[in-house]
């Protein structure tokens, strides 16, 4: 009776009350006699309970793998890859691919800074992520959101910038490499430190621009003109003051607090500098369309300067009203802009 007592009396150490019920009914089991143990599909069975079922762990993994894979896509921003297409500019200017199989060697120099990009942008949200948090749009990347771990993050990084750096040497392209590793070492500085910088910040940034193009040139072998280098810079620039403009007109007191350099800058003054290299860039493509030996080449280059003027007039209506919008959105989805794109293509293409 005594031994009866304290069974029924212990406290159960489980908060289910499962191990109390066990204790209080073992005295009445004891006189029968044990149920024969059933076959587990799972296999045999344990004294602590059935197996957990591994299949449904793996199951429930998936899903945990599948958004680890997701947020690493969009931390490398795939809608920003479409710049890459800027290493066919060498070629579209020269009007050829160059060496044979051309074009497969640009879609490799593509692929190389797609996958350097990539690279930066893990980097930079890494170094970001805590100002980040507090941006109103920029919190919901994956990595401030902490949807992609910093270990993942740093792992696809490096992933990136090895895959982009072996593309050129896969081709055996030395120009190719050095331009991925100009990116890579020129994006990482500014990460680290040179985008605090004022104005040597923003040519960083256009700097990223020049070296695309000048990796598809390495890549399919066309040199490229001096006049070519000259638009392709003050273009990039011309964006890269537009972007801190835009952000600068959408978060006004506040654009400090995310990007420590800001407040080195007035609206006034990136208004009037982008005007002012928008200037520039058109005189610099008329002189460069006025070089040319051909009569016919010659008018119909200098004819694609007015719908490159009107595109440049249209960014700079839209970067007044861009609130807080990407640069990116105003080049790729305004009509007038596209028309205006579009148009400039054609008579220059119409000219080679």
Same mark, same amino acid.
């Given at each position: 009776?005594?031994?009866?007592?304290r069974a029924d009396?212990?406290?159960?150490?489980d908060?289910?009350?499962?191990d109390?019920?066990?204790?209080? %009914?073992a005295?009445a089991?004891?006189a029968?006699?044990?149920?024969?143990a059933?076959?587990?599909?799972l296999?045999?069975?344990?004294?602590?309970?059935?197996?957990?079922?591994?299949?449904?762990?793996?199951? =429930?993994s998936?899903p945990?793998?599948?958004?680890?894979?997701?947020a690493?896509?969009?931390? =490398?921003?795939?809608?920003?890859?479409?710049k890459?297409?800027?290493?066919f500019?060498?070629?579209?200017? @020269? &009007?050829?691919?160059?060496?044979?199989e051309?074009?497969?060697?640009a879609?490799?120099?593509a692929? =190389?800074? $797609?996958?350097?990009?990539?690279?930066v942008?893990?980097?930079?949200?890494? %170094?970001?992520?805590? +100002?980040?948090?507090?941006?109103?749009?920029?919190?919901?990347r994956?990595i401030?959101? @902490?949807?992609?771990?910093t270990?993942? &993050?740093?792992?696809?990084?490096?992933?990136?910038?090895?895959?982009?750096? %072996?593309?050129? !040497?896969?081709?055996?392209?030395?120009?190719l490499?050095?331009?991925?590793?100009?990116y890579?070492?020129?994006?990482?500085l500014?990460t680290? $430190?040179?985008?605090h910088v004022?104005?040597?910040?923003m040519?960083?940034v256009?700097s990223?621009?020049?070296? +695309? %193009?000048? @990796?598809?040139a390495?890549?399919?072998?066309?040199p490229?003109s001096?006049?070519?280098?000259?638009v392709?810079?003050?273009?990039?620039?011309?964006v890269?003051?537009?972007?801190r403009?835009?952000?600068? !007109?959408?978060?006004?007191?506040d654009?400090?607090?995310?990007?420590?350099?800001? +407040?080195?800058?007035?609206?006034?003054?990136?208004?009037?500098g982008?005007?002012?290299?928008?200037v520039?860039?058109?005189?610099?493509?008329?002189?460069?369309?006025?070089?040319?030996?051909?009569?016919?080449?010659?008018?119909?280059?200098?004819?694609?300067?007015?719908?490159?003027?009107?595109?440049?007039?249209?960014?700079?209506?839209?970067? @007044?009203? &861009? =609130?807080?919008?990407?640069?990116?959105?105003?080049?790729?989805?305004?009509?007038?802009?596209?028309?205006a794109?579009? !148009?400039?293509?054609?008579?220059?293409?119409?000219?080679?």
């Amino acid at each position: 009776m005594t031994t009866r007592f304290r069974a029924d009396s212990a406290p159960s150490a489980d908060p289910d009350g499962r191990d109390g019920q066990a204790c209080s %009914a073992a005295p009445a089991r004891s006189a029968q006699p044990a149920p024969a143990a059933t076959a587990s599909p799972l296999g045999p069975a344990s004294p602590l309970g059935p197996a957990s079922p591994a299949p449904a762990a793996s199951a =429930a993994s998936r899903p945990a793998l599948l958004g680890w894979l997701v947020a690493a896509v969009q931390a =490398a921003r795939p809608q920003q890859w479409p710049k890459n297409l800027l290493v066919f500019a060498a070629p579209l200017a @020269g &009007a050829t691919l160059g060496r044979d199989e051309g074009l497969i060697y640009a879609l490799i120099a593509a692929a =190389a800074f $797609t996958a350097a990009s990539s690279a930066v942008y893990y980097v930079n949200d890494l %170094a970001d992520a805590e +100002r980040d948090r507090r941006h109103p749009v920029k919190r919901n990347r994956p990595i401030a959101s @902490g949807r992609l771990p910093t270990r993942g &993050a740093l792992a696809a990084a490096a992933a990136c910038a090895a895959a982009a750096l %072996a593309a050129g !040497a896969a081709i055996g392209e030395p120009g190719l490499i050095a331009a991925v590793g100009a990116y890579l070492g020129l994006s990482m500085l500014y990460t680290l $430190t040179l985008k605090h910088v004022p104005v040597l910040e923003m040519c960083l940034v256009a700097s990223g621009f020049v070296l +695309r %193009a000048l @990796g598809g040139a390495a890549a399919t072998h066309v040199p490229p003109s001096g006049w070519f280098l000259v638009v392709c810079s003050l273009g990039a620039l011309m964006v890269a003051v537009s972007k801190r403009y835009t952000e600068l !007109a959408a978060l006004g007191a506040d654009a400090a607090r995310h990007r420590p350099v800001m +407040r080195w800058y007035r609206s006034g003054w990136l208004r009037a500098g982008e005007r002012a290299i928008a200037v520039a860039m058109i005189a610099a493509y008329l002189l460069w369309a006025g070089s040319g030996h051909d009569h016919w080449v010659r008018a119909w280059h200098i004819a694609s300067a007015l719908p490159l003027a009107v595109a440049l007039l249209r960014f700079d209506w839209l970067a @007044g009203r &861009a =609130a807080g919008r990407p640069v990116e959105d105003l080049i790729v989805k305004d009509r007038l802009m596209n028309c205006a794109e579009v !148009a400039w293509l054609a008579l220059f293409v119409a000219g080679l």
